[in-house]
């Protein structure tokens, strides 16, 4: 068997640490004339995107009205003869507000 030998405390003998590098300051990039174009172009973006959901909601409004009169087409199963007429005068309501709802856009 052998003995091992106890833990002993090493110092090592410290070499002085160098100073920490001083940061450069980063020079500031002169202001571009590009920067306003850019913001400005930025908002004739943002602009022409809130006339296109403008457009898509008058086309929503047209959706939504000719799919009712489908919906009440579709669930009258055996309609009656009045059922019929009121149908026809509501279809009928709905093309004259589409056709109102087109002209003065």
């Keep these: 068997m052998t003995q091992s030998r106890p833990f002993e405390l090493v110092v090592d003998q410290a ?11 980063q020079p500031q990039p002169p202001k571009s004339r590009l920067e306003p174009v850019a913001i400005q172009m930025m908002q004739m973006a943002l602009a022409a995107l809130g006339q296109r959901a403008m457009v898509a909601l008058a086309s ?9 009169t489908f919906v009440l087409w579709y669930l009258t199963p055996e309609p009656t003869d009045r059922q019929i007429v009121s149908l026809t005068i ?9 056709i109102i709802v087109r002209r003065f856009k």
């Design 15 to 25: 070499e002085p640490a160098p100073p920490p590098p001083q940061p450069t300051p």
């Design 60 to 68: 929503l409004f047209t959706l939504l009205t000719v799919g009712s």
């Design 90 to 98: 509501y279809a009928l309501f709905v093309v004259a507000i589409n």
